[in-house]
Nanobody
Framework: QVQPVDSGGGLVQAGGSLRLSCAAS????????MGWFRQAPGKEREFVAA????????YYADSVKGRFTISRDSAKNTVYLQMNSLKPEDTAVYYC????????????????WGQGTQVTVSS
């Protein structure tokens, strides 16, 4: 059973950085995929980044490529989202998620979700 707990959001100035963390009770990270999604008020939840534990392959939305990095620490059962060069349009609630399926890019691909952590980027 995977129970993600996401944290690390906050207020940051445009151009700054934040690192989000997602701790999971499931300890076998090498066989699972973890992802980050975000949702701004009035908008659909959108894909941000994902990582396949076993293969070490990462995926990013075009809007965050070159700025965000997803990684994991298997010893701590934790996935991270390092966010650099933040923009006001990055403002949203960020959710980590875990899946046992083969899809990684859509919200419907994920079965387990964190509670969300607010990221606010000021101009």
């Amino acid at each position: 059973q995977v129970q993600p707990v996401d944290s690390g959001g906050g207020l940051v100035q445009a151009g700054g950085s934040l690192r989000l963390s997602c701790a999971a009770s499931e300890r076998t990270f090498s066989t699972y995929a973890m992802g980050w999604f975000r949702q701004a008020p009035g908008k659909e939840r959108e894909f941000v980044a994902a990582i396949r534990w076993g293969a070490g392959i990462t995926y990013y939305a075009d809007s965050v490529k070159g700025r965000f990095t997803i990684s994991r620490d298997s010893a701590k059962n934790t996935v991270y989202l390092q966010m650099n060069s933040l923009k006001p349009e990055d403002t949203a609630v960020y959710y980590c998620a875990a899946t046992y399926s083969g899809g990684y890019l859509r919200p419907q691909d994920y079965e387990y979700w964190g509670q969300g952590t607010q990221v606010t980027v000021s101009s």
